[in-house]
């Protein structure tokens, strides 16, 4: 699809450009009352810890701080314990129990053994808290159930789509690209999408994905970027020697990756380019923090590499201490694989280490560059090329006065145009948009209040 098709969505940078003209497409929604109490239904969340869980964390934070009330349900992927309910990093979750083995362990089954499982605890939260909006989160297994639970009692519902379902199951290695899973569960995401009152996108690739071949009126999508709060992220470029000293890195440069240890995350690459950075500037280390799926073959290769001392495995570490790695850190780097998923899916942490003031080195992949401006905000490589990667990292640790204005500029981006309190108000527009569409639709909003 022509990008330049879709209102505003040309200007790329923009981080809250809509997708729709409100003046010109929807009627005057001031008659409505105002949103009081949203509930979100959530695949998983704290205290587990990944950029999914992070994200819902400063949703939920920043729309109590609009004055909303919120409720959070999660699904029966939370592998949560049968407490019917959770208080995880000051908040509490409604928890699902996990279906009954009889037939939701049945191949091919248990999707739909979750999603009903989803949907009987959906029905008891919402007959007991009331809420205004349904606000379901990625993946489609959450959808559904909301999609169910809105029509049975007249509440609008918004889907937020992060990620597409068939594409991360293709990174799990659970189905190959358009195998008959993979289209499977491409039909059950789109046909969620359409039957929604209106979407949310964390991005732009995501969002003309959706317009172009979901069959979704692009008018109905709102783009709520990932943001950070810069409260929490204070700008400090430079390194801490005590913090490195206490980490094992010794006094040389240190290359870092907090996150997810995944398969398209492309560390096994930052690691097959280590000993050439290792070669040139011999006291440079590389530090990896964070844990994941591929963190033992991580570790094989580190040996298979002989790199020895010159790679710290931190493994996970708590939230607060994120920072303290952060000062540790002259280079982050974030080597994604190009894949579908990385071209469509922005991620979270190039913003927080450029709110910390710490240089961004990234591959080219479309997440990406939807961030990063090269040479401005960061420095770009081609994504899966091992020497683009090495020259990159070493053109980066090698100019002091690109290293300051990549700081600078990376901080001033995120200051302007991605902090959280700016994305979260874009909610308000998409529920309103639901509910202008629900009533559109004959359902009885507010039935319950």
């Given at each position: 699809m022509d990008r330049s098709s879709l209102p505003d969505s040309t200007v790329t940078r923009n981080a809250h450009a809509r997708y729709f003209d409100r003046n010109t497409f929807w009627t005057d929604m001031s008659h409505l009352p105002p949103i009081m109490k949203v509930l979100h239904v959530l695949d998983h969340s704290l205290p587990i810890t990944t950029g999914y869980t992070f994200r819902s964390r400063e949703i939920i934070l920043h729309q109590r701080a609009m004055g909303w009330q919120t409720i959070h349900l999660t699904s029966p992927r939370q592998n949560a314990s049968d407490m019917p309910v959770e208080s995880a990093g000051g908040l509490d979750f409604f928890r699902t129990p996990k279906p009954r083995p009889r037939w939701g362990s049945i191949p091919g089954l248990w999707p739909l053994a979750e999603m009903l499982a989803t949907?009987?605890?959906?029905?008891?939260?919402?007959?007991?808290?009331?809420?205004?909006?349904?606000?379901?989160?990625?993946?489609?297994?959450?959808?559904?159930?909301?999609?169910?639970?809105?029509?049975?009692?007249?509440?609008?519902?918004?889907?937020?789509?992060?990620?597409?379902?068939?594409?991360?199951?293709?990174?799990?290695?659970?189905?190959?690209?358009?195998?008959?899973?993979?289209?499977?569960?491409r039909l059950i995401e789109t046909l969620a999408l359409r039957r929604a009152d209106?979407?949310?996108?964390?991005?732009?690739?995501?969002?003309?994905?959706?317009?172009?071949?979901?069959?979704?009126?692009?008018?109905?999508?709102?783009?709520?970027?990932?943001?950070?709060?810069?409260?929490?992220?204070?700008?400090?470029?430079?390194?801490?020697?005590?913090?490195?000293?206490?980490?094992?890195?010794g006094n040389g440069p240190v290359v870092g990756f907090l996150g997810s240890f995944y398969g398209y995350e492309g560390l096994s690459l930052l690691l097959r380019a280590f000993p050439a950075v290792s070669r040139a500037l011999p006291d440079a280390r590389l530090l990896l923090v964070g844990g994941g799926s591929e963190a033992d073959a991580l570790h094989k290769l580190a040996r298979e590499l002989n790199l020895?001392?010159?790679?710290?495995?931190?493994?996970?570490?708590?939230?607060?201490?994120?920072?303290?790695?952060?000062?540790?850190?002259?280079?982050?780097?974030?080597?994604?694989?190009?894949?579908?998923?990385?071209?469509?899916?922005t991620p979270l942490k190039p913003l927080e280490a450029?709110?910390?003031?710490?240089?961004?080195?990234?591959?080219?992949?479309?997440?990406?560059?939807?961030?990063?401006?090269?040479?401005?905000?960061?420095?770009?490589?081609?994504?899966?090329?091992?020497?683009?990667?090495?020259?990159?990292?070493?053109?980066?640790?090698?100019?002091?006065?690109?290293?300051?204005?990549?700081?600078?500029?990376?901080?001033?981006?995120?200051?302007?145009?991605r902090t959280w309190q700016r994305s979260v108000q874009n909610y308000e527009t998409a529920y309103q948009i639901a509910r202008e569409r629900a009533i559109r639709a004959g359902k009885r909003v507010s039935a319950l209040s």
């Open positions: 949907r009987k605890r959906l029905d008891e939260v919402v007959q007991s808290e009331r809420p205004d909006i349904i606000h379901a989160h990625s993946p489609a297994l959450d959808a559904w159930p909301a999609i169910g639970a809105g029509k049975r009692f007249g509440i609008p519902v918004v889907y937020e789509v992060r990620g597409f379902w068939e594409d991360a199951a293709v990174d799990h290695g659970t189905t190959v690209e358009g195998g008959l899973r993979y289209r499977v569960s209106a979407v949310t996108a964390i991005c732009h690739g995501l969002a003309d994905e959706i317009a172009a071949t979901r069959g979704v009126d692009a008018k109905t999508i709102t783009l709520i970027p990932n943001a950070v709060d810069v409260s929490r992220f204070d700008f400090s470029p430079a390194t801490k020697p005590e913090v490195k000293t206490r980490l094992g890195l020895g001392a010159s790679v710290i495995f931190t493994g996970p570490v708590p939230n607060e201490q994120v920072e303290e790695m952060y000062d540790a850190i002259d280079v982050v780097a974030f080597p994604r694989a190009p894949m579908r998923l990385t071209e469509l899916v450029m709110a910390r003031g710490k240089p961004v080195v990234a591959s080219d992949v479309g997440g990406h560059k939807e961030l990063i401006e090269h040479d401005r905000t960061g420095v770009l490589f081609k994504a899966g090329d091992q020497q683009a990667l090495e020259q990159a990292l070493l053109r980066t640790l090698g100019d002091p006065d690109l290293r300051t204005h990549l700081q600078q500029q990376g901080r001033l981006f995120v200051e302007r145009e």
